[in-house]
């Protein structure tokens, strides 16, 4: 069974509530790590920007409209600093189950969050999380990995599945206890 899962579809379809819906059923369960992408809004509901979020309660700015950065994703700049200060370290590899929300153009632009998604994939820790549907060849090549499971999340099946990738992770980890006694 193949221990990365990996949650893709077109953006705004709900793959970051399905990935917070997860950590609510882990939450107690298992050791978990990782991180979270939310949107930011001003006071009128325009969105400005986008913010990291650790399961462990840091936050930080992952880009912005006003952030004057050489790394750009439309109207938005990229810090590269929170990615590399506050995402990266919240990814605990002594966890049972590492979180990543998102991997995209954005984080991407870390040499450091990809040398950390790359670890992460060549190891034997479970990583549920999500990727953007289309992408470049660093996506493309996460993407193939021989461990890495795709899920194409749809209107249809988004409410089922937090809980699919919860008995799935169960399953690997109770494969691991068997396997180590």
Not at 83 to 98: G, L, M, R
Not at 111 to 117: G, I, L
Request: net charge positive.
């Amino acid at each position: 069974m193949k221990k990365k899962i990996l949650i893709t579809s077109p953006p705004g379809t709900g793959k970051t509530t399905a990935i917070k819906k997860f950590v609510d059923l882990a939450k107690g369960k298992l050791k978990i790590s990782g991180f979270f992408t939310e949107e930011m809004r001003d006071a009128s509901g325009k969105r400005t920007g986008f913010k990291i979020l650790t399961l462990d309660g840091k936050v930080g700015v992952l880009a912005d409209i006003n952030l004057k950065s050489p790394y750009k994703v439309g109207k938005y700049g990229v810090n590269i600093k929170d990615i590399e200060n506050i995402a990266i370290p919240s990814i605990d590899t002594d966890a049972e189950v590492i979180v990543i929300d998102e991997i995209g153009k954005m984080e991407c632009y870390s040499k450091t969050f990809v040398q950390k998604v790359f670890s992460l994939l060549d190891s034997d820790k479970i990583l549920v999380g999500t990727i953007k549907e289309k992408g470049d060849e660093i996506i493309d090549k996460i993407k193939s990995h021989q461990d890495v499971e795709l899920i194409k999340l749809t209107i249809a099946n988004r409410d089922d599945i937090p809980m699919m990738i919860f008995d799935r992770v169960e399953k690997i980890l109770q494969g691991a206890q068997k396997r180590a006694t």
